[in-house]
């Protein structure tokens, strides 16, 4: 076996304990590895599974899924359904490798603001700067009061350097993170800090999630809500109500 599929076999089995999903450490075809080594140059997989119909695997990079064809000719991007029960295969799946990638990156490195009585749970990359981020924050109570605790990554859009990125670690390296940051999104003073934090971590999720802007908000089932939504409406589609 090839040192790329002895990666791709290892991260499979790892991802299967994480999501306590059946997947396959595959032996694959030496087209379908030179397919995607051409694809990403020098990036293994993060999984890889049989697809949902036969002739086809499912890969993995980060939660963003493609589907190879076994003789390495075709990749595929897109959502499969099943016409019998209506489920959206890849999008359950893509759900399923974000739960594994938030359980990973574990709570101890995000911002979290806690419901007295936890009910339910919601994970949200924020941006300090962005207008929606701040009106989803002013709204924090509310959901706290609703039973949802928030659980806050950073995504500093503007990027390394600049004033949201130097404002996000600031906030991580303050004494009470959560009124540094209720603070820094109010465009009160947060001191200058620094000191080790997950900012890069979080936007490595980010990448790998292939968000594009702010708040996003990741549900129970990993599902992504992209953009604002205020929290009536986002407690009532936590309690299975479609979001309208």
Known sequence: MSDLKRIVAGLTALLASLVSVPALALELPEKVSQALEDFQPGRSPDAVREGPIAGLYEVAYGAQIFYVSADGRFLLQGAFLNTETGEN???????????AELQRIGEERMVIFAA????????????????YCRKLHQEVDELNARGITVRYLFFPRSGPGTPSWRKAISVWCADDRQQALTDAKNDRPVATAHCDNPVDAHMEL????GLRGTPAIVMEDGSIIPGYVPAEKLAAALDGKPLR
């Open 206 to 209: 980010v990448r790998g999630f």
């Open 89 to 99: 295969v890849t999008e359950q799946r893509r759900g399923e490798l974000i739960q």
């Open 116 to 131: 007295d009585k936890p009910e339910h749970t919601v994970t949200v990359f924020t941006d300090i700067d962005c207008g």
